[in-house]
Structure formats: structure tokens, C-alpha cells
């Protein structure tokens, strides 16, 4: 199956998606001023049963950064982008049915 990644919007903050339905993309720089970025798709939290702090944390620590250390000051500073995603699948029996020459 695909995924295709459809509906960007920038998020008013890190928690203004709701779980489920959109996957989220946070990109955030420390004190040092490294970047980081790390990305769910829309089924993530929920097939991990994870609320959107759940969800934020792990995604912090995707990223690369301790969540643990995480302040709230640099949580408030994520940017965050949701979107949502429309699969598509295909068995191989329908692939050789698409294949076949009119």
C-alpha cells in the first residue's frame, strides 16, 4: 500500500492536530542552535495508543533531542505542520489485472 501525504497546514502550536487523523511534522532548534525535525504518519499515535503529548515526546526524541531535558519554553517554540493521508493499495492479482493489454 501507499500513503500519499495530502492537507499540509501549519499548526497554531505543537498540539493543534487531533490523533488519528492527522500525522504531524515538528522541526525545532536547541540552545546551541542545532536543528531537528522529525515526522509520524496519521496512523502512528493511534495504532501506538498514544494522546499528543505521548505523541510530541517521541517525536522530540526521534528528532534526536532528549525529551526528558525538554523545557517548556522549547516546546512552545516547535514548529509543527499536520497533514493528512490518503492510502491506495493494490494486490499482485490486481497489478496483473492492470497489466493485461486492452
Known amino acids: 500500500s501507499v500513503s500519499l501525504l495530502v492537507r499540509y ?10 490523533v488519528g487523523t492527522h500525522g504531524i511534522l515538528i522541526k525545532f ?11 509520524f504518519l496519521p496512523e ?18 526521534k528528532a534526536g533531542a532528549d525529551p526528558r531535558t525538554f523545557t517548556d519554553a522549547q516546546l512552545r517554540g516547535i514548529s509543527t505542520t499536520r497533514y493528512q493521508s490518503s492510502k491506495s493499495s493494490l494486490d499482485y492479482a490486481g497489478y496483473l489485472e492492470r497489466r493485461r493489454p486492452p
Not at 497546514?9 to 487531533?18: L, P, Q, R
Not at 532548534?29 to 515526522?39: E, V
Not at 503529548?53 to 522530540?60: F, G, P
Open 9 to 18: 497546514e501549519n499548526a497554531a502550536h505543537a498540539y493543534d492536530w487531533i
Open 29 to 39: 532548534s536547541d540552545a546551541k542552535g542545532k536543528n531537528y525535525s522529525a515526522t
Open 44 to 61: 502512528v499515535a493511534s495504532e501506538q495508543g498514544w494522546d499528543q503529548t505521548k505523541t510530541v515526546r517521541s517525536l522530540v526524541r
